[in-house]
């Protein structure tokens, strides 16, 4: 039974689906249960949370990703089903965070860099490492260098992740990187930026440790720099 309803939620990630009243990429699905009913269903079932969080909804993610790799899914795909995943995790929330499990892998601050004012790569990868189990604060757009250090330090953030969509405010990544340095906290920190304009060599160019092309590769990613951190 377990099964049955852990691939129901697999395939209402798939299709996008937040509850009943949503309809899905295949037609006829409204009033039929949707990722927060199903969730709410299994937490009543006694499914344990962490596997309804990785065999569920990060697995239904991990499958949009390789359908969105493969050319099959888009972006508003892709928004969809991380749109179900939140919907899930709002679910799940209380018995995570009851059970230790909710931010288990890391503390993550997240910003769109100052004068941008674009947020919708951000908010994926916000949901998406939120549903790979890293504790996330997400600072919105158009935040100031000194506002990102300044939360990061008072949350114990592991990783700072930058974003941005112009070429005249990707420059102000690299006054993240300047601002922990200069308080000292560049060694236990670490920046992964990510957006349209940015790459592998402007993250070596403004110092940060890495950069994420996509919302799948920023956990990979994050996952890649929390193991360095702790192999130091």
Excluded: W
Excluded at 79 to 86: C, R, S
Excluded at 172 to 189: F, H, I, Y
């Amino acid at each position: 039974m377990s099964k049955d309803i852990i691939e129901m939620i697999v395939d209402n990630v798939l299709q996008g689906r937040r509850n009943k009243d949503d309809e899905g990429i295949e037609e006829g699905t409204v009033g039929q249960p949707g990722v927060a009913e199903l969730v709410g269903d299994a937490l009543e079932k006694g499914i344990e949370p962490d596997k309804i969080l990785l065999e569920g909804l990060s697995r239904g993610m991990e499958m949009v990703g390789e359908k969105y790799e493969s050319g099959e899914y888009f972006i508003p795909d892709m928004l969809t089903a991380a749109e179900a995943v939140e919907a899930g995790m709002e679910v799940m929330e209380p018995h995570l965070v009851g059970k230790g499990e909710s931010g288990g892998k890391g503390k993550i601050v997240l910003a769109t860099v100052e004068k941008d004012l674009h947020d919708i790569g951000k908010n994926l990868v916000a949901i998406m490492l939120k549903g790979a189990g890293f504790s996330v604060t997400d600072l919105g757009i158009d935040v100031p260098a000194a506002r990102i250090v300044e939360v990061a330090e008072e949350e114990g953030a592991d990783i700072i992740g930058l974003s941005a969509l112009l070429n005249t405010t990707m420059i102000n990544m690299e006054d993240v990187v300047k601002e922990l340095e200069q308080k000292g906290l560049r060694q236990k920190v670490k920046v992964m930026i990510g957006g349209a304009p940015t790459s592998d060599d402007f993250a070596r160019e403004i110092g940060a440790d890495t950069y994420g092309k996509d919302a799948f590769a920023a956990i990979r990613e994050a996952d890649k720099l929390l193991k360095a951190g702790g192999d130091n």
